[in-house]
């Protein structure tokens, strides 16, 4: 289970998305990714449920690491837009973050990479997004996972720490999924019991936040998070 330290957080934010925005802000809480950063999407607010816009979807997602999972090539280049909907919280953050969202999902489908996402020590600005993302995709199914990321910047720009997949890696309505990085430890779980973790010494600083895959057509609508809370520590 992840256990917040005994300590006075530096700076800790929750909220259960009670207003619809379009995108998300709560009062200029949030940065977005189109909105502020341009070349990424936007996190919109509708019935409780924080979700990704539509994104652009000229490129399906190949990804080396997905081609077990029909939808990579085995060789070749990374293909994609990844401009994925992405929001993260404005101002100064403790570099150790600790952060939890709930789950909604309906319709589960094979047919899109489906993923709620926790983002660590980001920024966003015009045409940069970098930092950690934790996240997980939403199927219980053999083809469900988890995995660790590194964003370095500009789109489509990122490095895969470690990814996990099978049943118990995926996600589904009501589950509470977490992440840490404590240091340069960063870890993931579902429901209280961490499922993955990774190393990683690059970023040592930014803003928690959230997430959502692109290439996820009209399906956007059916996931997204319920609630979002974090606690940071220097």
């Known amino acids: 289970m992840m256990k917040l330290p005994s300590k006075t957080p530096v700076r800790s934010y929750k909220t259960e998305f009670s207003t619809d925005e379009t995108p998300l802000s709560e ?11 341009v070349d990424w999407a936007d996190v919109l607010v509708r019935g409780g449920r924080a979700y990704g816009e539509v994104t652009r979807m000229m490129a399906r997602e190949k990804r080396l690491e997905q ?8 060789t070749g ?21 600790y952060a939890n ?11 899109y990479f489906q993923e709620v996402e926790i983002r660590l020590r980001s920024r966003v600005k015009p045409h940069w997004c970098d930092g950690y993302e934790v996240f997980f995709r939403c199927l219980k199914t053999d083809e469900g996972y988890a995995e660790i990321v590194r964003w370095n910047g500009k789109i489509g720009d990122f490095t895969s720490l470690k990814k996990l997949i099978g049943k118990d890696y995926g996600v589904q309505d009501g ?3 977490a992440a840490s990085i404590v240091g340069n430890v960063i870890r993931g779980y579902i429901n209280g019991e961490e499922i993955i973790s990774a190393v990683d010494d690059r970023i040592e600083s930014g803003s928690p936040g959230i997430g959502f895959n692109f290439f996820v057509g009209d399906t956007n609508v059916d996931h997204g998070l319920t609630s979002f809370e974090v606690h940071t520590y220097d």
Not at 67 to 74: D, F, K, M, S, V
Not at 79 to 94: H, I, K, Q, R, S
């Open 27 to 37: 009062g200029g809480l949030w940065l977005n990714g189109r909105k502020d950063g």
């Open 67 to 74: 081609a077990g999972l029909g939808a990579g090539a085995a």
């Open 77 to 97: 280049a990374v293909e994609g837009d990844y401009d994925d909907p992405t929001a993260v919280l404005t101002g100064n953050w403790g570099k150790d973050q």
């Open 101 to 111: 969202a709930r789950v909604f999902s309906r319709k589960q489908t094979g047919l």
């Open 175 to 177: 589950d509470l999924i």
